[in-house]
């Protein structure tokens, strides 16, 4: 029998998150079973509670106030991301699992010569930009946390608690769906490359620690020329090349290691390490 790659076991975990966010409403509304509740804004799991890290950020901004136990909700997801990088993107986010699909769908689908999107400003900068504009835009003006609205996972929970508690449609559906279609004519993860807000914190948090886990490439064990597109790039959902994640490009890898797992049959050149980028650099 196959044994199962990593990309079976991360879309048996995405799948699990995003259905138990179906579930949820129903066993809080219908069943009064409360041990887990919430939404991808703040949810809590047997008394463990876990926080969108920016919507902690907003509500202590603007209250000039910081509540332990939210920091504490906040921290654990931003120390995940320290140490493992921005696997919530790629491991968790239902919207990203989403997203996954409608990019392979645009694969099968769209000709070959519709290349789509080609994006060439950096991706984290235009995420930085998106953040500095909300938060100063929370400051000034808001009166409540602005930027969760910009939300993709929690627009996806609220989908549900809408139908189920409220008994009608939220909007979040077609703010999903039109982002999605959008996303299949580009041929492009537009949201979550370019312009998801609540990423980049986990982005920063990563970037703290420079021997958070990552994806290496060791050139010698390449059967690819470098000038070539191996099948490394084409397995990259989010148009990355994994032989070339220099520090810039290395901010928008999730480590979802389908590159890794394609290399796996080819030369072994990927590799999930924990280096540190600075030091490789100077060799
Ligand atoms: S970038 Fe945002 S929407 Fe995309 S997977 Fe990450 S958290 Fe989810
Ligand atoms: S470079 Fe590899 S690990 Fe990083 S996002 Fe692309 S496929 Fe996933």
Redesign the pocket.
């Known amino acids: 029998m196959k044994k199962p790659t990593l990309k079976f076991y991360r879309r048996i975990l995405q799948i699990s998150v995003a259905a138990a966010f179906i579930v949820i409403p129903h066993l809080n509304h219908q069943l009064r079973i409360n041990h887990v509740c919430g939404n991808f804004l703040s949810v809590r799991v047997f008394g463990l509670t876990l926080a969108d890290p920016l919507a902690v950020l907003q509500v202590s901004i603007q209250n000039w106030y910081v509540a332990p136990g939210i920091l504490m909700a906040a921290g654990i997801v931003l120390a995940l991301a320290m140490c493992l990088g921005t696997v919530f993107c790629?491991w968790i986010c239902p919207y990203g699992l989403l997203s996954e699909w409608v990019h392979g769908l645009a694969r099968c689908f769209l000709p070959e010569n519709h290349k789509g999107l080609n994006i060439r400003i950096s991706a984290f900068r235009i995420k930085v930009c998106i953040f500095m504009a909300g938060m100063l835009f929370t400051l000034l003006f808001a009166t409540a946390p602005v930027m969760n609205q910009f939300s993709m996972p929690a627009w996806y929970s609220r989908v549900f608690q809408y139908l189920i508690v409220q008994k009608h449609l939220s909007v979040a559906v077609v703010v999903i769906t039109v982002i999605l279609f959008l996303e299949f004519v580009s041929r492009n993860r537009l949201w979550c490359r370019y312009l998801c807000p609540q990423a980049i914190l986990l982005i920063l948090a990563k970037l703290v620690n420079p021997y958070r886990l990552k994806?290496a490439w060791q050139k010698e064990k390449c059967l690819i020329s470098d000038s070539d597109q191996g099948p490394?790039q084409k397995?990259?959902?989010?148009s990355?090349n994994?032989k070339t994640?220099n520090e810039a490009l290395e901010t928008?890898?999730?480590?979802?290691?389908?590159?890794?797992t394609v290399c796996k049959k080819m030369g072994q050149a990927?590799s999930f390490q924990l280096k540190d980028a600075g030091a490789e650099g100077e060799k």
């Open positions: 790629s994806v490394c397995a990259c959902s989010l990355l994994p994640l928008e890898c999730t480590n979802c290691g389908d590159c890794v990927l």
